[in-house]
């Protein structure tokens, strides 16, 4: 009878693991040919890297016990009688206690394969320290998925699609079934104080003349000095109003370079303003453009909806200052002595 019992425990595991991961036969309480020790499980069907936990107890009572495993190819057990599927087969765990040993028969079945993965996004722009759940959809349903963070110095992602920022950068969350179908989504931190600031390349203006040049401006130019990067636009009355203060910075602090961007939108304007305006100017003025990625430098430096927008840089090309909106020298002026 107890062949009989075990085999049937078996097949009803593997049938209802269609629906679940687990599927188990509890011991029976008048059950005596494990003697005084019985576990809460006498067969249990488990899925490779699922699970099921299993008690024990002695003459009635719950009760701590070694755990072992016929074949830890097939299934581990840990110390708290927690049993973990590792490859298709069958395996005994054993609890000793007492002087007394139980048995759980353990079949580790495949997992099913996945014949759809889909999730509810695949882009995802970031702020450092902001969290955001990606929703994946699986069927089956009972396939299980894995979850990675293609670089964890940017982002990292939990087990259920948990995303977290933690650098900025540009990162993708991997979902694989564990067979061949995998899904994913690119995730974009945005730089903050406390960041380096990114690298990019803005083509410069000639002061003179307001002509583009060839020339280009890059982060790694100013390295070694207290940068402000300025986005403003010759459509913006408070971004030409604050002008004079940058070109007055550029002109009296010599440890400063300072980069007036130029926006993106309504550009046309920007070479006659930048020739009648600031000829002789020390300031770097430079047009912004769409990085790798999708976004121009005022975005990918904070910007958002509104200008005049202000980043400063340290010595090291760290953000140490980002502000939207307008600027008195004084205020200018006080943030740059905090960068030094």
Known sequence: ???????????????????????????????????????????????????????????????????????????????????????????????????????????????????????????????????????????????????????????????????????????????????????????????????VCPDFSLQRYENATGDLTDETYSPADSRGKITVINFWGTWCDPCKAELPYFDRVAAEEEDVVVVAAHSIQSMKDAPSYIEENYPESKMIFVQDKVQAGGRDVFGLLGGKNAYPHTVILDKEGTIVYMHTGSLSYDRLMEEIENAR
């Not at 564990?178 to 899904?183: C, E, F, L, R, W």
């Open 1 to 195: 009878m107890k062949r009989v019992h075990k085999l049937a425990g078996v097949v009803l595991a593997l049938v209802v693991s269609a629906a679940a991961l687990t599927a188990c036969v509890p011991e029976e309480p008048d059950d005596t040919t494990q003697g005084a020790l019985k576990l809460s499980h006498a067969s249990a069907a488990i899925l490779v890297g699922a699970g099921v936990q299993l008690t024990a107890r002695l003459d009635g009572e719950e009760t701590d016990a070694v755990w072992t495993s016929s074949d830890e190819t097939v299934a581990t057990v840990d110390e708290d009688g927690y049993v973990t599927g590792v490859s298709v087969g069958d395996c005994t765990v054993t609890a000793a206690a007492g002087g007394e040993e139980a048995t759980c028969a353990v079949t580790v079945g495949a997992p099913a394969e996945a014949t759809e993965l889909l999730l509810d996004k695949t882009t995802l722009t970031m702020e450092i320290g902001d969290s955001a759940t990606i929703h994946a959809t699986v069927s089956p349903v009972t396939v299980r998925l894995y979850w990675v963070s293609s670089n964890s110095k940017v982002i990292v992602v939990s087990a259920g699609g948990v995303v977290t920022a933690v650098g900025s950068g540009t990162a993708d969350v991997i979902v694989t079934t564990g067979g061949s179908m995998s899904a994913r989504c690119t995730v974009t931190v945005m730089p903050g104080e406390g960041s």
